[in-house]
């Protein structure tokens, strides 16, 4: 059976930016071995399976695969498959301006808009609100895991700590851009620290961004997903409201954070980070990205 794929390049507006997507859009008759298989072939960080909703009031049914396992949430994957299913109602004659996709984490609902027939926004509402977890990795072990200086860890308030809202993720924040542009997997001693933690992943960032209006500069480095390291990782941003509750005590009232994300990739990326705050309590989260499309094809 033929199957109809896109490609889209998310947490951008311009092409050959932000984090690439796959959307295998005719997924019936595929089991889990067969998506997978897919989703190595295509090796982006991760490729969307999609198929009827199980409800009728929701738009569809998606499962996420990097090219190491699936996801049961993911922000990139969200976004772009919101978008797309934006242009193609939009080009049937039937818009909306919210949908909701069945993801394995639950549904999560979208706010969209086309912006022209190729590309469009989309504002999802986090299924999960962030929750800590136990970080049993010491300073030292992560500035050797990512081959810096212990001294290199740690800004302001912020602390190394762990959060999930969907995907667990280790938070490292570093004391500048330049600690940032250093970081790297350093082989073993990387798996060596990690170990311990639920995905051994590490999503490090500063609070010293490359471009103006920005808030945080972040890369993400996942060796164990079959991608060493993540161009834009919205379920990270989405853990990461955590730390930012935690360190920075945001007021009551409504947030908006920029996080910059793939730059030393050469994949910029741009990932909006909405929190509001109600008696002191994050009362709920949002990430929000454009994507645009860049390929149309057919898996034989």
């Known amino acids: 059976m033929k199957r109809r794929f896109v490609t889209l390049d998310v947490f951008t507006t311009r092409r050959h930016a932000g984090n690439p997507l796959a959307i295998v859009l005719q997924s019936e ?26 409800r009728p009031e929701h738009r569809a049914s998606v499962r996420i695969f990097t090219p190491g396992g699936e996801l049961p949430f993911a922000g990139h994957p969200t976004v772009g498959t919101a978008v797309w299913l ?26 969209v808009e086309a912006k022209g027939s190729h590309a469009g926004h989309a504002v999802f509402t986090l299924p999960r609100l962030p929750e800590r977890l136990a970080q049993p990795v010491a300073d030292t072990s992560l500035a050797e895991a990512l081959g810096l200086d212990p001294a290199d860890l740690g800004f302001d308030a ?20 330049e600690a940032v542009a250093k970081a790297r997997v350093a082989g073993a001693a990387f798996e060596r620290a990690l170990a311990a933690t639920p995905n051994g992943n590490a999503f490090v960032y500063c609070r010293e961004p490359a471009e103006t209006g920005h808030h945080y500069h972040a890369r993400m480095f996942w060796p164990g997903s079959g991608i060493v390291e993540d161009p834009a990782t919205g379920s990270a941003a989405a853990a990461f409201a955590g730390a930012v509750m935690a360190y920075d005590q945001p007021g009551d009232g409504d947030h908006r954070l920029v996080i910059e994300q793939g730059y030393e990739m050469g994949r910029p990326s741009r990932i909006v980070l909405e929190l509001s705050v109600r008696n002191g309590a994050l009362a709920s989260a949002r990430i929000g990205g454009s994507a645009i499309v860049v390929s149309e094809g057919v898996l034989l």
């Not at 008759?29 to 198929?51: C, P």
């Open 158 to 177: 912020h602390r190394a700590s762990a959060f999930s809202a969907g995907v667990a993720y280790t938070l490292v924040p570093l004391a500048s851009r």
């Open 29 to 54: 008759g595929l089991d889990t071995e067969a998506m997978q298989a897919i989703a190595r072939e295509f090796n982006l960080s991760e490729t969307v399976f999609v198929s009827p909703p199980e």
């Open 86 to 111: 934006a242009l193609t109602d939009e080009a049937q004659g039937r818009p909306a301006e919210l949908l909701v996709l069945e993801e394995k984490v639950g549904p999560v609902s979208c706010a």
